[in-house]
């Protein structure tokens, strides 16, 4: 007795289709196609989650450095005067901060000037 794959195989070409609704002309009906624009999608999906840390943090440090450069000090001086004065704060804490409080920044600004003055 053989075994019928119609269902199976429906199914399969139903969720792939459906993965490549969106796609212009073949790219959404075609099987081989749908198959291919799909795995070009999961590719950049893949590599634009990595991206999208990266991107963030970059914004961040912008961010600080603005904000840091408004009260008379660069990025790295003020993140090397928080290293040095044992502050644990993550740079998306950091740019918070600079954007909805820029009194804690201030202070974090002046932790960061004293605990450079003292280590020179």
Not at 13 to 40: D, F, H, P, Q
Not at 41 to 64: Q, T
Not at 85 to 93: C, L, N, T
């Amino acid at each position: 007795m053989r075994v019928k794959t119609n269902v199976p195989r429906a199914k399969k070409k139903r969720r792939i289709r459906k993965a490549a609704k969106g796609g212009v002309g073949g790219r959404s009906k075609l099987l081989r196609t749908a198959k291919e624009t799909i795995a070009r999608s999961m590719r950049y999906a893949y590599i634009g989650r990595k991206e999208r840390k990266r991107d963030f943090r970059r914004l961040w440090i912008e961010r600080i450095n603005a904000a840091a450069r408004m009260r008379g000090v660069t990025y790295s001086v003020f993140i090397g005067g928080l290293i040095k004065a044992g502050v644990e704060v993550d740079r998306r804490a950091l740019a918070d901060l600079a954007v909805t409080d820029p009194g804690a920044f201030d202070r974090l600004v002046e932790v960061s000037r004293e605990a450079l003055s003292a280590s020179a």
